[in-house]
């Protein structure tokens, strides 16, 4: 489950960053981005850890 969950985060990403913003909304957009990449490592260094979501 936590490597499906991963690959989606993935995609969310690739989502985002695909997508044109501008002003505010492209500072939203890279925080976000920021946050997905932070929980992508996080789920990832779980499953290292032997751990399943």
């Known amino acids: 489950m936590t490597e499906e969950l991963i690959r ?13 913003m ?3 909304a492209w500072e939203e957009k ?9 929980v992508t490592s996080y789920l990832k260094d779980a499953l290292g850890q032997g751990i399943e979501f």
Do not use: F, S
Request: hydrophobic share 30%; proline share 0%.
């Open 30 to 38: 890279q925080e976000m981005i920021r946050k997905l990449e932070d």
């Open 8 to 20: 989606e985060l993935k995609h969310v990403k690739n989502a985002l960053v695909n997508k044109e």
């Open 22 to 24: 501008t002003g505010d």
